[in-house]
């Protein structure tokens, strides 16, 4: 399933044209988010945040996932062994609260 148009961002990484998008909606926990990136070809990668000092669009207060913030969670991902040009099952990480992104 891809992201919508319409409620993702384009990013330009590494060569691929990816989209991006955050959702509070999605987790029972108030204090997390998930944020999700994907191509039409590779691999999605699906990071659950910590969302004490990050700001997402959304219900109640207002938080902001900007794209330095994203790039950076991919470029540790590829190092965690995400690959988004390539097909793959779902890429699951963590961002905790000290930016530290690891495997979940």
């Known amino acids: 399933?891809?992201?919508?148009?319409?409620?993702?961002?384009?990013?330009?990484?590494?060569?691929?044209d990816l989209r991006w998008s955050v959702s509070v909606r999605s987790l029972s926990s108030p204090g997390e988010g998930l944020l999700v990136?994907?191509?039409?070809?590779?691999q999605r990668l699906v990071v659950r945040l910590a969302l004490n000092d990050l700001w997402i669009h959304g219900p109640g207060p207002r938080h902001s996932v900007k794209p330095s913030l994203v790039r950076r969670v991919m470029d540790d991902a590829c190092g965690l062994?995400?690959?988004?040009d390539s097909p793959g099952p779902e890429f699951h990480v963590t961002l905790n609260d000290e930016d530290c992104l690891t495997c979940t």
Request: charged share 20%; aromatic share 8%.
């Open 1 to 16: 399933m891809s992201l919508q148009k319409r409620r993702s961002n384009p990013i330009h990484y590494d060569g691929i």
């Open 37 to 42: 990136v994907q191509s039409d070809h590779g």
């Open 81 to 84: 062994g995400w690959t988004p």
